[in-house]
């Protein structure tokens, strides 16, 4: 079987069928019904294209900046922290994005240290949970500053929300003898994922960056604990974090117009119009949905992403129509990593590359910039508006 793939959807496919399904759930992931992660996809499937036939631009320019970095196309890493899917985890997912031209975002949740991964990309952008106390909260962005992390993303949404309908994988505390004999039939069902790992040495489920280099790293669930147990930001909070970072700043899980204005009083230089993929509160509607209210309100003054429920070209296309200046992926970047390595990372970014050109083609759009709402065919009642 050719290496390449041609969509997402069969990249997902090879993912599903290489990953133990332990590692392959924690991917998929999602709260409660599920509800959240499923209108991310099916309501950019409402929206509509009328493509023109003719004066069409001959050479179409993908190319933007986020949060200041140049990047090839308006499509960049969001930050997860799921580690098994590869044996080089995210420094092969940040090759994958350097050879497409574009920036990875770092969970702080990743499996390898962030020294490792800016050498593999110089364009990373460090993301964060508010989680100890300052001092170690501080100690975090110095280690980041000086890896050469080119931004701060700090993610804001998420409120514990842990069930699943469709049940949660277990996740070891770390890959001790006792975990690999409980999960080596899962592991013997995947002989080529193994394999993979055998080579190079089990996953590492620990979190080297939220310690300063040289501390032993804690494990996933160590830090999760840390997180839960941390006071909760107020904007206070979060307008001290951005001053001690400096440099460019972005604010991920924004769904309301009130916290976009919040964020700009608070000095991000970014928002990502977001629910986290569906993994926060259930019923909150589909991103897209509630990205132009965001947009109306502060796409003037500060840059608007957008993540959640990005597959294709024409989806990217469409975000941007709404008032996104680029896109960030999770499951998409996810799925090429465990289909394909960094290979598999820079062949997603390749099918949203030529899904993005065919689109703004048929719309008759010579720039990625160009791009407005009236490109678009918009059902009635698809927004969602929060009360004002
Ligand atoms: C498995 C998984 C792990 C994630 N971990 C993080 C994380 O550590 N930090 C973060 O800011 N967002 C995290 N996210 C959210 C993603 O950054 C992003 O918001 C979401 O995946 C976008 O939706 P998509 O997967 O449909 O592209 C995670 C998402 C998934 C699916």
Not at 43 to 54: I, K, S, T
Not at 148 to 170: C, E, H, M, N, Y
Request: charged fraction near 20%.
């Amino acid at each position: 079987m050719s290496q390449w793939f041609e969509t997402v959807a069969e990249a997902h496919r090879r993912a599903k069928k290489r990953l133990p399904v332990s590692v392959y759930k924690a991917l998929v992931a999602g709260s409660e019904k599920g509800r959240t992660l499923n209108d991310n996809i099916s309501a950019f499937a409402e929206l509509g294209f009328a493509p023109h036939v003719a004066d069409l631009p001959g050479k179409r320019d993908l190319s933007t900046t986020v949060l200041g970095q140049e990047v090839s196309l308006p499509v960049i890493v969001s930050p997860t922290g799921v580690q098994a899917v590869h044996p080089d985890g995210e420094v092969a997912m940040a090759k994958g994005a350097a050879a497409a031209g574009t920036a990875v975002g770092l969970s702080s949740f990743a499996s390898r240290p962030i020294e490792e991964v800016v050498a593999a990309n110089p364009k990373t952008f460090f993301q964060v949970y508010w989680s100890g106390d300052r001092d170690r909260i501080l100690a975090r962005l110095e280690r980041a500053r000086k890896a050469g992390a080119k931004g701060l993303i700090l993610t804001l949404d998420w409120s514990f929300s842990s069930g699943r309908d469709w049940g949660s994988p277990v996740i070891p505390e770390r890959m001790d003898l006792r975990a690999m004999l409980r999960f080596a039939p899962q592991g013997l069902s995947r002989p080529r994922w193994l394999l993979s790992f055998l080579r190079h040495g089990l996953p590492d489920l620990t979190t080297p960056n939220v310690v300063p280099p040289g501390e032993p790293a804690p494990t996933f669930f160590g830090a999760y604990g840390e997180w839960m147990q941390t006071p909760l930001p107020t904007w206070a909070d979060v307008a001290w974090l951005r001053e001690q970072w400096g440099g460019p700043f972005a604010i991920k899980g924004i769904t309301r117009p009130d916290d976009a204005r919040r964020a700009v009083d608070a000095g991000a230089t970014a928002i990502s119009v977001s629910n986290h993929g569906g993994n926060n509160l259930d019923s909150t509607p589909a991103a897209i949905r509630l990205l132009p209210a965001v947009a109306n309100a502060v796409g003037d003054q500060i840059e608007v992403l957008f993540d959640g429920g990005i597959r294709r070209g024409s989806d990217v296309v469409k975000a941007l129509a709404l008032g996104a200046r680029a896109v960030m992926i999770g499951r998409a970047s996810l799925w090429g990593l465990a289909a394909g390595g960094p290979t598999g990372v820079q062949n997603v970014f390749d099918i949203l590359r030529s899904g993005i050109d065919s689109a703004l083609l048929g719309l008759g759009r010579s720039s990625v910039h160009e791009l407005v709402p009236e490109d678009l065919i918009i059902p009635e009642g698809f927004f969602r508006q929060v009360p004002a």
